[in-house]
């Protein structure tokens, strides 16, 4: 198809910055780049009809990482390294509130609840849990890591939680719906189901090559997290996450978010429904994709955890199931760079999108200062 003269001087003429994703991190970079250059002309590539990777597809859990995750991470990271990873997802979510408001994420801060699945891991989580709270005091100025009893009775998990007294959550569409409006209301174009094929550094500019249209911009910023091996050569492994949906269930009295098994599975109330997502580790393999889609081994698994521990005595049905993509790698800590005189990234979220992402998307943008 041949695009009229108007279409492209209106949308693909003098680009300064063209960001490719419209998820939380392409976002908040077009956010911050309007604020610091104002007369910028501004386009968003998105390949889906909505955001299609993570943004809209996770189960709105406002984390910065259960006991275990972190006992787990200090592992393989250094102490300075888990405290920055701590501190970096909350002023991230701090960011997130503060751009769009509590009311219109609907954020609460519930509490987050670890399970164990028995008194050994249980004991093993809680032996840490004064010299991490010490860790990340100057972050929260107050112990983080505390111990309630089972108020939810669960079944076949011990019968104490841990409780992390700073975890929130939120509404993931209302954030996503806020952040596009927002950004459109500054004037920033997006254009949706898009696909960015490749790009070439030609001189000053960058020749974006899509499955449209090829178009010449100034600056390239790459948000695609989960799917940047597409277009970049950085260590990023795509990561699948599937999730179910209850119907609404009478008298649902489960309230804030829950991990279990060091947060591959997790679970909230969402308008009296039990949202479930998780089991990556049963099968990392076949996980390690970029296909959306669920798979009858991690399914199935999800509806025996449900059916056995979260709602061993309520009749539920199950009324929608999706997946996300996220991305991960060796490392927790996310990729922000510049990747060539005009590109730059801001990828590999490690499944911390909500607590990172506006953060992640304001220091792509600040690449450019």
Known sequence: MNYSYWELKEWFTNIDFTIVGSGIVGLNCALELKKNHPKAKILILEKGMLPQGA???????????????????????????VFNLVDQRWKGVQLLRTNLGDENID?????????????????????????????????????VFSISDNDFSFQKVHQQYIVNNFEGQIDTGKMAAELLLKVQKLGVKILNNISVDGFAETGNQIEVKTDKINFKTT??????????SQLLHENVQPARAQVLITKPIKNLHIKGTFHLDKGYYYFRNIDNRILFGGGRNLDFKTEETTEFGETAIIQNELEKILKETILPNTNFEIEYRWSGIMGVGNQKKAIVKQVSENVFCGVRLGGMGIAIGSLVGKELAELLN
């Open 55 to 81: 943004s809209t597809k996770n189960a709105g859990f406002a984390c910065f990482g259960s006991l275990s995750e972190i006992i787990d991470d200090l592992n393989s990271h250094t102490e300075e390294e």
């Open 107 to 143: 954020f609460q801060q519930n509490k987050g609840f670890e399970l164990c699945k028995d008194q050994a891991f249980f004991e093993e989580c809680i032996s840490q849990k004064e010299e991490i709270n010490q860790l990340l005091k100057p972050i929260f100025k107050a112990d």
């Open 219 to 228: 600056k390239l910023f790459i948000a695609t997290n989960g799917f940047a």
